[in-house]
């Protein structure tokens, strides 16, 4: 009785002890199987912490460059508004500068035939004045914007002398009339010889006699009919400007002459052109 009571003892710790090793031994396994779970999760977590941080420098690497970007844009629409406002004012520059040289060219094509019309009226007015002399004798005309009275020897002075006759003083108290009217046209006497030498005690050459006829027509347009000194110039041209040839002496008559140049006043247009 005794004995068997003893085996069923040893039965029952033998089944506790194999009982508490199976029991150890399935822990075990889980308790690996835990860890090894958690190993591995650690490890997907190091690896989405890392791809985040990743992510995260990307997103703030993009960000940097869109911010740099965005730079850049404002500077190129800034530098473009600025072109756009210089092409603007550019055009608008262009537009008034064009619209300003218009009004000038209009106003001096009004100048000019303005100018023209007094020009003409005073060359009919001296031309009616000096009606009663002949064509021989002098001859009046328009060139380039300027009038012409030219007056022949035989109506002005003797052969080789400086002094005017009676005659040619009446032409030129009419003319001086005229002039005395104007005064907007200044006026060059200049005197013209043939190419026939003269040597006098009172004229060494041609240059003498043609600026000492000259002379005497200013005197007389001046001192005796009183037409502004300021005005008027006197030049003597010698031989050297004929208007006929001197083979002849017709074309030696020709030449021998004073002519009386009435210039506009182009202060205006000048003024105008240089403004």
Known sequence: MIKMKKSI????????IVGLAFTSCVSGKKF???????DKLQKENADTQSQLNESKMQSMKLNNEM??????????????????????????????TIREQAERLKELQDIIQSQNEKTTHLKNSISQAL???KTDELNVYQQDGKVYVSLEEKLLFKS??????????????????????TNDFTVDIEGHTDNVPIK???FKDNWDLSTARASSIVRI???????????????????????KPNASVEGRAGNRRTEIILSPDLQEIYKLLYQ
């Open 160 to 181: 080789g002398s400086d002094v005017v006759d009676p005659k040619g003083k009446e032409a030129l108290k009419s003319l001086a009339g005229v002039l005395n009217s």
């Open 67 to 96: 911010a740099s970007l965005q730079k850049e844009k404002e500077t190129f629409q800034k530098e473009y508004n600025s072109i756009q406002n210089d092409l603007m004012l550019l055009s608008s520059e262009s537009k008034m």
């Open 200 to 202: 006098t005690q009172r």
């Open 131 to 133: 009606l009663n002399y």
């Open 221 to 243: 347009l001046t001192k005796d009919y009183g037409f502004d000194a300021t005005r008027i110039t006197a030049s003597g041209k010698g031989e050297f400007h004929p208007v």
């Open 32 to 38: 690996a199987a835990s860890e090894a779970r958690a």
């Open 9 to 16: 003892y040893q039965f029952t710790f033998i089944a506790l």
